[in-house]
């Protein structure tokens, strides 16, 4: 991130803007926060924004994100933006500045984010949400898009499109759920459910109707559905729907089947149909997806 800004400012230099002061900011062992690192050592003044990052060994706790939550929420105070880069949304979470907000981290820590934060609007899908003084990454490497949209910020599209085109960075277009996995919740503790849930699983979420769920889980139909929804999050059809659609998936990166094929393969008769599902579901249709992430598979012959 510093080298993305570095790299800005230089261009920005070129138009006739002014690079900017980039510190990192480190917990003392005595309390309290210092900088570690300064672009413009010794010179007054504070940040206007902070970025909170990810790190490979987890989010932190209740108990370790405290100190910089309070130190998050004094800078806030004081005017400046906070952002967050994927389970860094976890601490800026902590400082309560998200309540009532979107916000977006890692897909994978979707459900744990929910269980934590039920108040924040978190949508999983998108790689950034930016909502005024307050600005949300998605997975690890959304950094490149968080640090695209600081530059746009700072110096304008202009300097923006030149940094993603040194960087080879695309400044647009992308989103979490063209990536993710489905990742249905699992620890919710009603076994009823997670017995069916693992039914589907095996099934394929196949010609199983909502009357089939309620019969494995022994439960009646509308009773079904509210316990459904309250453990999973989601409908049972939209369950299945994210069942199939994994699979759909899959099918598209490893094989050249037609997508027709496809589509009948997990249980669309209609491909008309499947076409628009998997495109509300992943945000590309089924021919963009595979162009995208299909793994190119070539013939090998052996002449006797």
Not at 121 to 141: F, Q, R, S
Not at 207 to 217: E, F, I, R
């Amino acid at each position: 991130m510093t080298d993305l800004i570095d790299i800005a400012g230089q261009f920005a230099r070129i138009h006739g803007g002014e690079p900017i002061r980039v510190s990192h900011w480190r917990l003392q062992d005595a309390g309290g926060f210092a900088r570690c690192h300064d672009t413009h050592s010794g010179e007054p003044g504070s940040p206007t924004y902070l970025i909170v990052p990810g790190r490979l060994s987890g989010v932190m706790d209740a108990v370790e994100a405290a100190p910089y939550a309070r130190f998050l929420l004094d800078r806030h105070a004081q005017g400046a933006t906070l952002a967050s880069n994927c389970g860094g949304a976890f601490v800026l979470a902590a400082t309560g500045l998200l309540s009532g907000r979107p916000a977006t981290t890692h897909w994978m820590f979707a459900n744990a984010f929910r269980e934590r934060f039920p108040d924040v609007l978190l949508d999983p899908d998108k790689i950034v949400i930016e909502d005024g003084d307050i600005i949300t990454a998605g997975g690890l490497m959304a950094w490149t898009d968080l640090g695209l949209k600081l530059v746009d910020r700072l110096f304008g599209p202009t300097v923006v499109v030149e940094t993603g085109r040194f960087l080879l960075v695309d400044p647009a277009g992308r989103e979490q759920r063209h990536y993710s996995s489905f990742s249905p919740r699992m620890t919710h503790g009603d076994e009823p459910i997670l017995k069916v849930q693992h039914w589907l699983q095996a099934k394929g979420a196949r010609a199983v109707s909502v009357a089939d769920m309620a019969a494995q889980a022994g439960m009646e139909e509308r009773t079904f559905l509210r316990r459904f929804k309250a453990a999973t999050g989601l409908k049972p059809t939209e369950y299945s729907q994210h069942l199939r659609i994994g699979k759909a998936r899959e099918l598209l990166e490893f094989t050249r089947r037609p997508v027709e094929q496809i589509a009948w393969t997990v249980g669309y008769e209609d491909a008309a149909a499947f076409r628009k599902l998997f495109h509300r579901i992943i945000g590309l249709s089924p021919g963009d997806y595979r162009q995208r992430f299909g793994v190119g598979r070539g013939e090998v012959a052996a002449a006797a």
